[in-house]
């Protein structure tokens, strides 16, 4: 009997016509500042093994796009709701460990 883990042991396949699909169904309109974030995601998860939740979602984001677009509010703007989820969501990647 084999189990599966529950966690990626690489980065899925993904696209940004898949994202812009999942974002459809969330009311987003994805721009590329959106798919900016959604690969600042990726390449977290593909360092660290798992999905960031918000404050490392805004520091990664600060580090690669600038401080401006690392701030909460930016995020939330872009992301309404829970936007570590969304961005985990959009970009192809589990839930982060602490979004409910």
């Known amino acids: 009997?084999?189990?599966k883990p529950?966690?990626?042991?690489k980065l899925p396949n993904w696209t940004a016509e898949q994202a812009q699909s999942k974002a459809a169904e969330l009311d987003i309109s994805l721009t590329d500042e959106h798919i900016?974030?959604?690969l600042v995601?990726?390449?977290f998860f593909d360092e660290f093994g798992f999905s960031p939740s918000?404050?490392?979602?805004?520091?990664?984001?600060?580090s690669?796009?600038?401080?401006e677009k690392g701030r909460s509010l930016?995020?939330?703007?872009?992301?309404?709701g829970s936007p570590a989820k969304s961005v985990a969501l959009l970009a192809g990647l589990p839930k982060p460990k602490?979004?409910?």
Do not use: D
């Open 36 to 38: 900016q974030v959604l």
């Open 98 to 100: 602490n979004c409910l």
């Open 1 to 3: 009997m084999s189990s």
């Open 74 to 80: 930016y995020l939330n703007e872009k992301f309404p």
């Open 41 to 43: 995601a990726r390449m």
């Open 54 to 62: 918000m404050r490392p979602l805004c520091k990664s984001v600060s």
């Open 64 to 67: 690669s796009l600038g401080v």
């Open 6 to 9: 529950n966690h990626l042991s």
